[in-house]
């Protein structure tokens, strides 16, 4: 089993930035790959980034790439979400998840490669 705790999220104006940080405890195994996904209301959840917490490599959603950078820190277990010049249409609940995959990166935006969930913290950007 694996627990994940997202912290970080909060209320900025557009163009201000956010760091988001998910620490994972239990089966490190299962702990390959960690992704970031958010969720606005009425909306379906959508895959923000992930990273292979062994190789370091990363991968962005086309609307966020050069905006947030996804990075880990594996002796404390944690994988930092840094959110720059934010808009109103980032809005919304922010997951982490967890994947014991070890093919790469291929497909991991997509929630259903995804075995562990935290609870989710809240990012609102005002205009």
């Known amino acids: 089993q694996v627990q994940l705790m997202e912290t970080g999220g909060g209320s900025v104006q557009t163009g201000g930035s956010l760091r988001l940080s998910c620490a994972a405890s239990?089966?490190?195994?299962?702990?390959?790959?960690i992704g970031w996904f958010r969720q606005a209301p009425g909306t379906e959840r959508e895959g923000v980034a992930a990273?292979?917490?062994?190789?370091?490599?990363?991968k962005y959603a086309d609307s966020v790439k050069g905006l947030f950078t996804i990075s880990r820190d594996n002796d404390k277990k944690t994988v930092d979400l840094q959110m720059d010049s934010l808009k109103p249409e980032d809005t919304g609940e922010y997951y982490c998840?967890?994947?014991?995959?070890?093919?790469?990166?291929?497909?991991?935006?997509?929630?259903?490669?995804?075995?562990?969930w935290g609870q989710g913290t809240p990012v609102t950007v005002s205009s």
């Open positions: 239990g089966d490190t195994y299962s702990t390959n790959i």
């Open positions: 990273i292979n917490t062994i190789g370091g490599g990363t």
């Open positions: 998840a967890a994947s014991p995959a070890r093919h790469g990166l291929v497909g991991m935006l997509l929630p259903s490669k995804y075995n562990y």
